[in-house]
C-alpha cells in the first residue's frame, strides 16, 4: 500500500530546497520499512493545516505552527515578535514530548537529535509513516473519555482535528477501528480565533501498544509558533501548521490602515475633479458649437479648403497669370463633433503649456 502512495506522489514535480540535505531524499527507516522524505520549498499559500513545515534560523515563521521539535537540546526554539507585539527580547517556546517506538515520552523530549532523528520520530506517528491509519482519536480504548477545549471565550467555540502530513485522497484503503488497526497522531485544536496571548489544545498520540490507549499531550501558547515571528538562535525547528492563511492569528488581528489624508489634501483632490469635470464640459460644448458654426457658413469658409464644388478654382484668382493656378484639393466636409472635440482639447493643452 505504501508503494501505491508513493507513486502518486513521486509522480508530481517536488521542488526540493538545496539547503536541507544537499537537496537530496532523507531515507528513514523507523517505521519499519523505508521511506523517503524529501524537503520542498512552497510558497506559504501553499501551506494547509496539517502539514508539517520546516523553518530555518532568522526565517519568517509562514503559519502558526505546533512546535515538534527543534535543533536545540530539549526541543526548544526562540523567536522574536517585534513584528506582532514590538518586543525585541526572544521569546523560548517549547515542543510537547513525542514517543518514538513505544520509547518513554519524557525520555524523548531531552538532549540534542539529528533532523533524521526528528523526522524519523515524526514519521513513526503520521500519516508520512503510515499513509492509511486513522486517528488516535477514534481509539475505542478512549472511548469511556468526555469532550474537551470547554472554553468560555466569545466567538470561539467548538474544534476541529488535524491529521499530520498529507492525507492520501484514497479513503478506503484506510485501516478500520479494532484490533491490529494502525493510529497517528493528531492534534485538537481550538478555532481560529484572535487571542495571541492564549491557546488550547492538544496533541493524541498513538497507543503504546496493541489495545492500549492513546496518550493525549495538551497544548499551549507555549507551544504555538505565530506566523509573523522571527526564528532566532536555533537551526531549525519543525512544526504542523495550525492556523494558516486568513485564520492564523496574525492576520485576524489585522486591520485596514485609516487614511492618512489631511483635510486639505481633500479639498485639493476634490478641486482637482471639479477642474476636469468643468474643462469635459467645456470641451464638449466647444466642439459641438463649432461643428453647428462651420455647417452654417460652410459657403464662406472657401479659405480653410472647404467647398462642395471640387472643380471650381480659387476665387479672387481669375486675372492675369492668376488665372493658370488651376483647382485645389477641396474638402467637401467639415470636422464632426469627434474630430472638433480633439481639436479643441490639443489646442487647449497647447495654450496650457505656453
Same mark, same amino acid.
Given at each position: ?21 544537499? %537537496? ?37 515563521? /509562514?503559519?502558526? =505552527?505546533?512546535?515538534? !521539535? ?15 507585539? %514590538? ?22 523530549? $531531552? ?8 523526522? @524519523? ?18 481509539? /475505542? !480504548?478512549?472511548?469511556? @473519555? ?40 493528531? =492534534?485538537?485544536? @481550538? ?24 496518550? $493525549? ?8 509558533? =505565530? ?6 538562535? &536555533? @537551526?531549525?525547528?519543525? %512544526? ?16 485596514? &490602515? ?49 467647398? &462642395? !464644388? ?24 467639415? /470636422? ?17 503649456? =505656453?
Amino acid at each position: 500500500m505504501l508503494e501505491d502512495a508513493a507513486k502518486s506522489w513521486w509522480t508530481k514535480t517536488v521542488k526540493r530546497d538545496p539547503h536541507l540535505n544537499d %537537496g537530496k531524499d532523507l531515507i528513514v527507516s523507523g517505521v519499519g520499512h523505508e521511506t523517503r522524505i524529501a524537503f520542498e520549498s512552497v510558497h506559504r499559500m501553499n501551506i494547509h493545516a496539517g502539514d508539517l513545515v520546516l523553518v530555518r534560523n532568522r526565517e519568517m515563521i /509562514p503559519a502558526d =505552527l505546533i512546535l515538534l !521539535a527543534s535543533a536545540n537540546e530539549g526541543g526548544n526554539a526562540y523567536i522574536e515578535t517585534s513584528s506582532i507585539d %514590538g518586543e525585541t527580547n526572544l521569546k523560548i517556546r517549547n515542543s510537547p514530548p513525542i514517543q518514538f517506538n513505544g520509547g518513554d515520552a519524557t525520555a524523548q523530549s $531531552h538532549g540534542v537529535e539529528s533532523m533524521k532523528q526528528v523526522v @524519523e520520530r515524526i514519521a513513526n506517528i503520521s500519516v508520512i509513516g503510515h499513509p492509511y491509519a486513522i486517528s488516535s482519536l477514534s481509539n /475505542p !480504548a478512549n472511548a469511556d @473519555e468526555g469532550p474537551i477545549l470547554e472554553r468560555n471565550v466569545s466567538g470561539n467555540c467548538g474544534r476541529f482535528k488535524l491529521l499530520f502530513g498529507k492525507v492520501v485522497p484514497n479513503d478506503t484503503k484506510r485501516s478500520t477501528v479494532g484490533e491490529g488497526a494502525t493510529y497517528i497522531a493528531t =492534534l485538537t485544536s @481550538e478555532r481560529p480565533n484572535t487571542h495571541v496571548n492564549t491557546y488550547i489544545g492538544k496533541l493524541s498520540l498513538p497507543p503504546d501498544s496493541e489495545g492500549g490507549r492513546s496518550v $493525549h499531550q495538551p497544548l499551549n501558547i507555549e507551544n504555538l509558533l =505565530l506566523r509573523g515571528a522571527v526564528l532566532r538562535n &536555533t @537551526e531549525w525547528i519543525i %512544526g504542523v501548521a495550525c492556523f494558516t492563511g486568513a485564520d492564523t492569528k496574525l492576520v485576524m488581528n489585522s486591520v485596514a &490602515t485609516p487614511s492618512k489624508f489631511s483635510q486639505m489634501d481633500v479639498l485639493i483632490n476634490r478641486t482637482v475633479f471639479l477642474v476636469l469635470f468643468i474643462m469635459l464640459i467645456c470641451v464638449c460644448s466647444l466642439g459641438a458649437i463649432a461643428v453647428y458654426e462651420n455647417k452654417m457658413c460652410f459657403d464662406q469658409l472657401w479659405y480653410t479648403g472647404f467647398s &462642395t !464644388a471640387t472643380s471650381d478654382p480659387w476665387p479672387y484668382f481669375n486675372l492675369g497669370e492668376s488665372s493658370d493656378i488651376g483647382s485645389p484639393e477641396w474638402e467637401a466636409a467639415t /470636422p464632426n463633433w469627434i474630430q472638433s472635440t480633439i481639436l479643441v482639447r490639443l489646442v487647449e493643452m497647447i495654450l496650457l503649456c =505656453l
